[in-house]
Nanobody, 120 residues
Framework: EVQLVESGGGSVQPGGSLRLSCAAS????????MAWVRQAPGKGLEWVSR????????YYADSVQGRFTITTNNAQNTLYLQMNSLKPEDTAMYYC?????????????WGQGTQVTVSS
């Protein structure tokens, strides 16, 4: 059974940091492009960051460039998103996705999401 389980969300003040984790199981982690996607209340899905299937290349949305870092621990089939200098506009449900397409905003597999709230 394929599973993506996110954790690490929470409430933080502006300027703070959080580290999200996504534990993957049931598929070959190495062979998939992995991504973080978020959805703010009342808005559509927004691609945040992705890492190539060979885990060599990383990409970021302009809104998070320089503040967020995507990494993996391939031995543990885990995806991470280090989020620094958080802003209120980063408030959203964050989803982990496998084989994510920016063009279609679809993925083979999705996690259940972890809530991030940035507020003073």
């Amino acid at each position: 059974e394929v599973q993506l389980v996110e954790s690490g969300g929470g409430s933080v003040q502006p300027g703070g940091s959080l580290r999200l984790s996504c534990a993957a199981s049931g598929f070959t982690f190495d062979g998939y492009t992995m991504a973080w996607v978020r959805q703010a209340p009342g808005k559509g899905l927004e691609w945040v960051s992705r890492i190539s299937s060979d885990k060599s290349y990383t990409y970021y949305a302009d809104s998070v460039q320089g503040r967020f870092t995507i990494t993996t621990n391939n031995a543990q089939n885990t995806l991470y998103l280090q989020m620094n200098s958080l802003k209120p506009e980063d408030t959203a449900m964050y989803y982990c996705a496998a084989d994510f397409s920016i063009a279609t905003m679809t993925a083979d597999f999705w996690g259940q999401g972890t809530q991030v709230t940035v507020s003073s």
